[in-house]
């Protein structure tokens, strides 16, 4: 990895159904790219990524979260650089969403519907990386 590699983290935010209990999978639609993501985020001057991560999921979502197991790392190039994404599941404790310029919209989605959702297909890799250890409990 090279020192012009972008480095940024983020979390698959997950929690109880409310209703059902069943698990949910927060997505955020950024309208400057019209796509549904995880919450992640480019990382400041020397941050910690889980920090960053957890920073990220509070801006764009407005929830607090409790962070569980690293996630694969993604890499792709985005505008031509190559980037680096390091994701944590997380499970939110607490908040609400605000919409405001960098996230419109929020979905919290049964995994099923959160794959299909998804922009890219590397997105959905991470929900199986999440699903199956919390299913697993």
């Keep these: 990895m090279n020192d012009t590699t972008v480095q940024a983290a983020g979390c698959v935010?997950?929690?109880r159904s409310p209703v059902a209990g069943g698990l949910e999978i927060c997505l955020v639609h950024r309208p400057k790219y019209d796509d549904w993501s995880h919450p992640k985020g480019k990382l400041k001057r020397g941050e910690d990524p889980l920090a960053g991560a957890l920073r990220e999921v509070a801006e764009e979502t407005g929830y607090e979260a409790e962070p569980g197991p690293e996630l694969p790392t993604m890499h792709y190039l985005a505008g031509g650089r190559?980037?680096?994404v390091r994701y944590w599941a997380a499970e939110a404790t607490g908040g609400h969403f605000t919409p405001?310029?960098?996230?419109d919209r929020i979905l919290w989605l049964s995994p099923t519907a959160a794959r299909i959702r998804l922009t890219q297909p590397r997105d959905r890799d991470l929900v199986d990386a999440l699903v199956r250890p919390i299913e697993h409990r």
């Design 13 to 15: 935010l997950w929690r």
């Design 82 to 84: 190559p980037k680096q």
């Design 100 to 103: 405001n310029t960098e996230v």
